[in-house]
Structure formats: C-alpha cells, structure tokens
C-alpha cells in the first residue's frame, strides 16, 4: 500500500491511508506499506491517478479508500465483514459524506499550517501553493482563530459523541465497523501531523478514538506524532 509519509519516513498521516490501514487490519490482511509523498506521482502513475492510498494486491492496482474498501469485502469475503449489510454500507457512506464535507474541512482550520511543517521538505512547495490556492489564504491566517475553530470542531462532532456515549462503536456494540475507519482516519490524520491535542479527555469521542487507537495491537497508537514545538 501506498501511504502518505512526512520528511520522517514513519511519519503517516493521510486520513484515507489510515482508514485502509485499519480495514486491512480488520480483514487480519498483512500489509506492506511504501513511503509515498505528494510529489511523488510518478511511483503511483499505474494506478492511473495521482493520490494514495493505492493498495495492490497480486496483479490489481485499486486507489480510492471507498473502492479498496469495497474490494476488501468482495475479494475477502471469508474475512470478517467491514459492511455488515446493504443497509449499512448506505450507512457508511452517508458517513463518508459527513466525515469529508463537515469533519475534515474544521480539522484542516485546525491543522493545516502544522502538516506544513512535517512534510517532506520536496513537497513543501507544492503543499502550500495548492493547499492556500484552494482555501483563499495563507496557511497561518487559515488557523489564526484557533478557539473558535476548537468550538466549531467540538459541535461538528455531537452526532459521534451522542453515539459512542450510547454504544462502543459506530458499527454497535459487537465491534467497529467500516465507518468507525472513516472518522478515525480523520482524528488519527490530526494526531500524527500535529501535535496538538483536540479531544477533551472527558468528551465520549476520545474514549471512542483510544478504544480505536488500541486496536489491532495498538497499530493506531504506536504511529509516531510530530515532536511538539
Ligand atoms: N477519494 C480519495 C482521496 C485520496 C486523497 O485525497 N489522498 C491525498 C492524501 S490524504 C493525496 O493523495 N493527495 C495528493 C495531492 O494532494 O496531490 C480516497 O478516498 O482515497
């Protein structure tokens, strides 16, 4: 697989990697990971787009989280299920949906002038020219706000906390699912390129997000973090 890294090569932050990461683990598949970095188009130009994950397995190129995911399932599907059902995959993908348009945009107002700093010093360039074109500003004035960009974070994430308050994942009460992947993608991508801390220790979320990181002997917690600066 494919996977995002920063200057440090261990350093892996791509919120897509990280829920195919856990949906390999999920489906007890061993996996290889290579370092890969935003300029580095050319290493994944067979898979015929230019953004990772990018999982090959045997003579199949698949990229897309969404599409490994659904890969996972067809290909192993003696495996432990990461889609319960139909229903439930309409389900994961309402939360995709939510997850991409509402959670990641208030992560990014939170951490993108931080992933500017442990990037490869290659794709510093590129990072900031795409990244302030997109979003109309300097990194830095993007997360000048940083309270309210925290409050707008901690009211994005209500539908996750009323639900883990009730019940251990987002896939129930019998183990994660698919959309536990998802969010977690999205919260691990802010632990391992940042080194700010935006969970409230008595918030459901982080001991949702722990319950997640320690899963799979810990994959999710032993993934290194930025050294605080
Ligand atoms: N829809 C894709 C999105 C993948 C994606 O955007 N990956 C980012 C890394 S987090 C990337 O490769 N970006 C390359 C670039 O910005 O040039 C998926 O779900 O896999």
């Known amino acids: 697989m494919y996977d995002l890294a920063g200057a440090d090569p261990l350093l ?15 489906k007890g598949l061993d996996v290889e990971t290579v370092p890969w970095r ?19 397995d045997g003579e199949k190129a698949i990229s897309d989280s969404w599409d490994i995911a659904c890969y ?9 299920a990461l889609f319960g059902s139909a229903d439930a995959k309409g389900a994961a993908l309402f939360i995709k949906r939510w997850c991409e348009g509402q959670l990641h945009p208030a992560l990014v107002r939170l951490i993108v002038a931080d992933i500017v700093k442990v990037i490869d010093p290659k794709d510093v360039a590129y990072f ?6 997109a979003l109309g500003a300097t990194l830095e004035d993007y997360c000048a706000a940083k309270a309210e960009n925290l409050k707008h974070l901690h009211a994005v994430l209500a539908p996750l ?17 698919y959309s ?33 990181l320690n899963l799979y002997g810990g994959l999710g917690a032993k993934a290194p973090r930025p050294q605080v600066r």
């Open 12 to 26: 892996r932050f791509s919120p897509y990697c990280w829920r195919t990461r856990m949906a390999l683990a999920h």
């Open 38 to 56: 935003f300029t580095d188009k050319d290493a994944i130009a067979f898979s015929g787009q230019t953004r990772v994950p990018v999982l090959v």
């Open 72 to 80: 996972l399932d067809a290909a192993y599907a003696d495996r432990r």
């Open 128 to 133: 900031r020219e795409s990244r302030e074109k």
């Open 161 to 177: 906390r009323f639900t883990v308050k009730d019940q251990p994942f987002i896939g129930g009460d019998e183990g994660p699912a």
């Open 180 to 212: 536990d992947y998802i969010v977690f993608g999205a919260l691990q991508w802010a632990r391992c390129s940042s080194p700010q801390d935006l969970l409230a220790e008595d918030d459901p979320v982080a001991a949702w997000f722990d319950r997640l």
